[in-house]
């Protein structure tokens, strides 16, 4: 079955640390997006990627990078940087359409210790 | 500038009609989506709208009017199962192809 795949389901980071959320699809889609949601807030966008080893910065960028190497692969990085990281981490997908629907994955719990 | 306005809550009883509201300025407007999430989940796709008027699917229905800047999704005969956050989200020139999240409605249904 085609999908978005999203891990860990949940992730602990540590003061200074930085973690990584993989990100991978099989549905050949060119753009991937990365999403942050806080408690009761609707999604925030982190960065997208509109086609293989190329990237923007979305609205709050600061504190997190990306790498896109791979069609299939969009890993996010949130680095020690990131002050106030605990969200819910969605990444996302489509073929590259502003009329397309996204397709999520089941995203990611980031706390930290 | 971008901008996406919803209520933040809104409450009804099972077997109601519910009608959620969604304001937006943006540039490079190309359509309007609505998605469904439950707490702790991904959104699911609902509808998407990029002519004006009513689109109806099942239970539920979504308009546009692009002069505006203005959808509402509309719910009928209300079930427990549809208790969830309500997204509405927009493309905006400056975020590519991306799209432009509300900060979503909290829809309660009471039996």
């Known amino acids: 079955d085609g999908g978005i795949t999203q891990s860990p389901k949940y992730l602990f980071r540590k003061e200074g640390q930085n973690v990584t959320l993989s990100c991978e699809q099989n549905l050949n889609h060119d753009a991937m997006y990365w999403y942050r949601q806080d408690p009761g807030q609707g999604l925030r966008l982190i960065y997208y990627s509109q086609i293989v080893n190329d990237f923007q910065k979305g609205d709050i960028a600061e504190g997190y990078s990306v790498s896109r190497e791979k069609k299939e692969s969009f890993p996010l990085t949130v680095t020690s940087a990131q002050k106030n990281p605990t969200a819910f981490y969605l990444c996302?997908?489509?073929?590259?359409?502003?009329?397309?629907?996204?397709?999520f994955g089941s995203g990611t719990q980031l706390s930290v210790l | 500038g971008q901008n996406i306005d919803q209520p933040t809550e809104m409450t009804a009883t099972e077997g109601a009609i519910v009608q959620i509201n969604c304001t937006y300025q943006t540039s490079g407007f190309n359509g309007l989506f609505w998605y469904q999430q439950h707490a702790g989940e991904a959104p699911t796709f609902l509808s998407y709208?990029?002519?004006?008027g009513l689109e109806e699917k099942g239970r539920f229905s979504s308009f546009l009017s692009r002069s505006k800047g203005y959808s509402y999704l509309l719910l009928k005969e209300l079930q427990m199962k549809d208790s969830a956050s309500y997204l509405c989200?927009?493309?905006?020139?400056?975020?590519?192809?991306?799209?432009?999240f509300g900060k979503g409605t909290t829809l309660s249904v009471s039996s």
């Open positions: 996302a997908s489509r073929r590259g359409q502003v009329n397309e629907k996204l397709f």
């Open positions: 989200a927009a493309t905006a020139n400056q975020a590519g192809t991306a799209l432009i």
């Open positions: 709208n990029v002519l004006d």
